[in-house]
């Protein structure tokens, strides 16, 4: 299977260089018996393929066959991406962070994952906690919620916890 993986927001924080451990869990997991490409959107690594590549190698993800770099707008650019393979390349799977990236990826024939993962480790940690469970609806809602509170979350720099 070839496997196609989007660095940020599944490999590495969008917010720093720090790697997503489930992310990197899923990345060797799938590269053991699948052929895996990475996408680097342009703004992940400040349209370096070199800065891309020296991150990748510090922090173990050297199992993939290439690295894509689209050159597209950024909406339709993972997509614009995945196409510029060989024509001959089956793409079966993509692992992507963003809901609008998925939705588009899968009107466009595409199966995909999309990769979650909370900003907070514990739900009471969030400065709107409720105590009720969301509804799948609000999903998308909940990480642009979380990313938002977690940039703005003065105790990430006031010391530790």
């Known amino acids: 299977m070839n496997v196609v993986i989007s660095i940020e927001g599944v490999l590495k924080r969008p917010e720093s260089d720090a ?18 490409h990475l996408v680097d959107e342009d703004e992940t690594f400040n349209r370096s393929k070199l800065l891309a590549q020296n991150w990748l190698k510090r922090n173990g993800f050297t199992k993939h066959i290439r690295l894509i770099k689209p050159n597209v707008s950024e909406r339709y650019g993972l997509r614009g991406g995945i196409q510029s393979l060989r024509p001959d390349l089956h793409v079966d ?11 588009d990826l899968l009107a466009a024939g595409y199966t995909t994952v999309l990769f979650t993962h909370p900003r907070y480790t514990r739900p009471q940690w969030k400065p709107d906690y409720r105590g009720e469970p969301r509804a799948w609806d609000d999903l998308v ?21």
């Open 19 to 36: 790697v997503i451990p489930a992310g990197q869990l899923l990345y060797h997991g799938l590269a053991e018996t699948h052929v895996v």
């Open 141 to 161: 809602a909940e990480i642009e919620t979380q990313d938002q509170h977690y940039a703005q979350d003065a105790r990430r720099t006031a010391g530790p916890l």
């Open 93 to 103: 799977m993509v692992v992507v962070s963003d809901p609008t990236v998925a939705s």
